[in-house]
């Protein structure tokens, strides 16, 4: 079993910056990829990015490519997103996943966080 638990939740105006963390426990967290989703309220849950085990491959969904930044630092089971130039259209839950393939699609992941708010104002 995997436990994941995200921090970093915050209220910043468009054009800032926020880093999220997603600390996990359990299962090896170096043999898992670790995935970024978020839902807007109405909307349905959507991928952000993914990073491979080793750190290397990333990849972004379009809508945040060239102002987000995924990592991990496998020697302290932590992924981190890090959010700049924000935009109130990133307003949403963010939440933390694991999986063991290479996929951006959230059934594909086995293990969630519990989301963590991100609201930017205009």
């Known amino acids: 079993q995997v436990q994941l638990v995200e921090s970093g939740r915050g209220l910043v105006q468009a054009g800032g910056s926020l880093r999220l963390s997603c600390t996990t426990s359990?299962?090896?967290?170096?043999?898992?990829?670790m995935g970024w989703f978020r839902q807007a309220a109405g909307k349905e849950r959507e991928f952000v990015s993914i990073?491979?085990?080793?750190?290397?491959?990333?990849y972004y969904t379009e809508a945040v490519r060239g102002r987000f930044t995924i990592s991990r630092d496998n020697t302290k089971n932590t992924v981190y997103l890090q959010m700049n130039n924000l935009k109130p259209e990133d307003t949403a839950i963010y939440y933390c996943?694991?999986?063991?393939?290479?996929?951006?699609?959230?059934?594909?992941?086995?293990?969630w966080g519990q989301g963590t708010q991100v609201t930017v104002s205009s």
């Open positions: 990073i491979s085990k080793n750190g290397s491959p990333t």
């Open positions: 359990g299962r090896t967290f170096g043999n898992l990829a």
């Open positions: 996943a694991a999986t063991t393939l290479w996929t951006v699609h959230e059934a594909d992941y086995d293990y």
